[in-house]
């Protein structure tokens, strides 16, 4: 490796083991659920997934593990929605 890479590459690996450095505004992900794989989005601080339950509910579980995932990196708009505020609420009582 270039000796100029060395350094960038451990600057790298730092700022990995700092996520709270980066804020996700957009994402689309494929989710393998154990029902059948879902497509979930982030966009304007707006979490879509193409389930049954997203539709009726405001989440589910897809978009919610993916907000735990990444947390830190997350607007505290794209953290507030109704199922993972709800759970975050009930955590903490």
């Known amino acids: ?3 100029s890479m060395i350094g960038k590459v451990e ?3 730092r700022y990995a083991h700092e996520p709270d450095r980066v804020k996700v505004g957009r994402l689309t992900a494929s989710f393998s659920g154990d029902n059948g794989t879902h497509t979930v ?3 304007a601080d707006t979490w ?7 539709e009726s509910a405001g989440g589910c579980s897809h978009t919610l ?3 735990k995932m990444l947390d830190p990196m997350l607007s505290d708009a794209a ?4 199922l ?5 609420a009930a955590a903490l009582a």
């Open 79 to 82: 953290k507030d929605t109704p």
């Open 11 to 13: 600057k790298a690996m």
């Open 84 to 88: 993972y505020g709800r759970s975050e």
């Open 41 to 43: 989005s982030l966009d």
């Open 48 to 54: 879509h997934c193409d389930c049954h339950l997203f």
């Open 65 to 67: 593990a993916i907000q």
């Open 1 to 3: 490796m270039h000796s």
